[in-house]
């Protein structure tokens, strides 16, 4: 349809594109007919979202044979799993190797090694040994995005690692899902089984609108990682494991944002400041105290009002809280004191707020005054302000090695794209333009993400933290080429590039005929001794690779 405005037509909805296309009526009904599914009170949910809807559009029903791995630790999900027939494997101890998780092999190379770089690099870039793919481990049912990675040899698993069995009615997987954290466990399934898979916005609902589902899902939480996160805080160190408990069972916890942020950042960016979404309050300046916020995954912005605006102070992410001061005060002098900043969800975040009377029972008797670590709003250069609104409000915060150029200082020499593709055979890892501000550019390479959202999805587990360094690494030998990363980096940091035999020529598969691709991305230099080599061959010191939350102003930290 044409109209005066322009080309119309329906406004994108949620379930326009259901989790599983597969699911039919007689799965939704043989799904409502399981005890698991049955127990939930149907007639809570509106009208919108129905318990049938969300069966059909936000799950699906995955099978696996014996040895597929369903989720490996360590990487990043966005959904839980019900297991519906047969019974899977939580490995405890000790961790499979990173081989038979489809992991890069922790190396260095030596400096010779490094150094034969120079003259033993082809003119032809992106040269594999196409004979090693062969003998990759582990192996992959397909190649295709819903592939399985799965272990050789079961019965040996399972004498050499310690292992807990989950069976029909179990379900697993949901505080990644909910908290966007790494993945605790590996699992795999011992023998043929088949689990309904959650995606985290159905899993979402179910917690919302059923109460024995949301019990459940909180109980688990609070049982195996509340207490942990708690314990880790410099606040709550110290306090024995009766006093721990009960400071976890009492504290609230929720979700600020959009999950799935970087579905839309793109187009989001694109827009004026002004004509992108307000950002969720999670507390608001003027109003008291109810708890100190902790951040347990994401990130939030802390501004301050001015004028008919707000003026950005600082961000927080995982470990960070807000609060504390202005609770502290109150209960010191006796008398309430109200926030003096304004605590907002970038994009999301995930909070634990422990509640007052908690805090003045349990933490402040044993701590100092807490030190104010925001910057006086009055002592900052407005240009400052400026920056750091920019670095929040594009997400650069997510971070801890982005490249930062000053183009003040930069002559465009391009020595660091020309080391960059000497380390890599023939072909950069980085693109040296990106967005601007005043003299600062932040270049299109990977910033190895606080919240690497590329990994989420990855089939094969390909991409993944490196095993020893704080980096995220493609795997070359296990990666499919299937484009997930590339799609869900929010910044464009990722590419499919196509790749050739030892003697040049391109690489096809022998079915379809078209080139095959492999995902590339700066991987930090990880395996050469001197670090990153477009940083060291700056001759101008114009590059850097920054943890934005270390940039001068920015601070980071408790609020």
């Keep these: 349809m044409v109209t005066a405005a322009g080309a119309a037509m329906a406004r994108p909805q949620r379930w326009d594109v259901p989790f599983g296309p597969e699911m039919t009526d007689a799965d939704v009904a043989a799904l409502l007919g399981r005890p698991e599914i049955a127990a939930i009170a149907a007639d809570q949910f509106p009208a919108h979202l129905p318990l049938a809807g969300i069966l059909r559009n936000d799950t699906r029903i995955v099978r696996f044979a014996a040895g597929d791995l369903i989720v490996r630790e360590g990487d990043y999900g966005n959904s839980a799993f019900l297991v519906l027939e047969g019974d899977v494997r939580v490995v405890l101890a000790p961790e499979l190797p990173r081989a038979l998780l489809g992991r890069q092999p922790a190396r260095k190379r030596g400096f010779f090694e490094a150094l034969s770089q120079l003259w033993t690099n082809s003119r032809r870039a992106e040269l594999r040994d196409a004979a090693r793919y062969d003998r ?87 049982k195996n990682a509340l207490k942990a996160h708690l314990q880790s805080s410099p606040l709550f160190a110290g306090l024995d494991e009766e006093t721990i408990q009960h400071v976890a069972d009492l504290t609230k916890f929720k979700v600020y944002g959009s999950f799935d942020w970087f579905a839309t950042f ?124 920019w670095l929040v409000g594009d997400r650069f915060v997510n971070g801890t090695q982005t490249m930062l150029i000053d183009l003040e200082r930069c002559v465009r020499c391009d020595d660091c794209v020309r080391a960059c593709a000497s380390t890599h055979g023939g072909n950069p890892r980085f693109i040296r333009h990106g967005p601007v501000f005043d003299h600062f550019m932040v270049a299109n390479a990977c910033m190895h993400c606080h919240d690497p959202v590329c990994m989420i999805g990855c089939p094969t587990g390909a991409i993944h933290r490196h095993a020893t ?45 078209k080139a095959i691709l492999k995902a590339t991305k700066c991987d930090l230099c990880v395996e050469n001794p001197g670090g990153p080599a477009c940083q060291r061959a700056c001759p101008h010191d114009a590059l850097r690779r920054v943890d934005v939350r270390n940039l001068p102003g920015l601070g980071g930290g408790a609020s």
């Design 136 to 222: 990759t481990r582990p192996r992959t049912h397909g190649a295709d995005a819903a592939a399985h990675v799965f272990l050789q040899d079961v019965p040996r698993v399972l004498d050499q690692h310690r292992t807990a069995k989950l069976g029909a009615g179990d379900i697993f997987g949901e505080l990644a899902a909910l908290g966007r954290v790494p993945r605790s466990a590996t699992i795999f399934a011992e023998g043929p089984a088949m689990l309904l898979e959650i995606r985290w916005q159905g899993l979402r609902e179910l917690r919302r609108y059923d109460a024995g589902w949301k019990r459940r899902i909180d109980e688990n939480y609070r």
């Design 469 to 513: 360094e704080a980096v995220v690494v493609i795997n070359d030998d296990t990666c499919i080429g299937c484009g997930t990363c590339a799609n869900s980096c929010p910044y464009d940091n990722i590419r499919l590039v196509e790749i050739a035999n030892i003697d040049g020529m391109t690489l096809v598969d022998e079915k379809s005929g």
């Design 266 to 389: 793109k187009q989001m960016r694109d827009k004026a400041p002004e004509e992108r979404e307000e950002e969720p309050i999670i507390a608001a300046e003027g109003t008291r105290p109810d708890g100190v916020y902790l951040v347990r995954a994401g990130f939030a912005r802390v501004s301050v009002r001015t004028g008919v605006g707000q003026r950005t102070l600082t961000y927080l992410r995982a470990g960070d809280h807000f609060g504390l001061e202005e609770l502290y005060d109150s209960w010191k002098g006796g008398e309430p004191s109200k926030l003096t900043t304004t605590l907002t969800a970038v994009g999301y975040v995930d909070i634990l707020r422990v509640p007052s009377h908690v805090m003045e029972k349990h933490v402040f008797p044993r701590i100092a005054p807490p030190r104010r670590r925001l910057t006086d709003s009055e002592a900052r250069p407005i240009a400052a302000d400026a920056f750091v609104d």
